[in-house]
């Protein structure tokens, strides 16, 4: 079964190249999980006494550590915090990945649209 997740999964980046982008950041969202876990364990900080400052169990920042769960950026954010250090997040160009339909980029997802802002004067008015 893993033999043929792994063909699938080769296949699908050697045709698709949005589908490469987004193996490829899941990769370095791992290693960076896997860096907080080390440097927990470098500085001597307990799994049990770490997960009760966020609030969670160990279990739970176990399977965290290990790549079993896909956390938030609030709280890899906090788990490094309570390290004394900070995730720096940048966004960049991604040439690999698809870029929106001409037209389409700019606009909000469905039922989200925003109602124009009112003028000063019609504001005041209601």
Do not use: H, N
Request: one cysteine or more; a neutral charge; hydrophobic letters at 40%.
């Amino acid at each position: 079964m893993r033999d043929e997740l792994d063909d699938l999964i080769r296949e699908s980046c050697a045709t698709d190249p949005l589908f490469k982008s987004l193996f490829e950041a899941a990769g370095r969202r791992r290693q960076l999980v896997q860096s907080l876990g080390a440097l927990r364990e470098a500085m001597g900080v307990r799994r049990a006494d770490l997960a009760r400052q966020m609030a969670t169990s160990s279990a739970a920042l176990d399977r965290l550590e290990r790549g079993e769960s896909s956390p938030d950026l609030l709280t890899l954010d906090y788990y490094a915090a309570l390290l004394g250090k900070r995730i720096e997040w940048r966004l960049v160009d991604d040439p690999a990945a698809a870029s929106p339909p001409a037209g389409q980029g700019a606009e909000p997802r469905a039922g989200r649209r925003r109602s124009p802002a009112k003028a000063p004067e019609q504001a005041s008015a209601d």
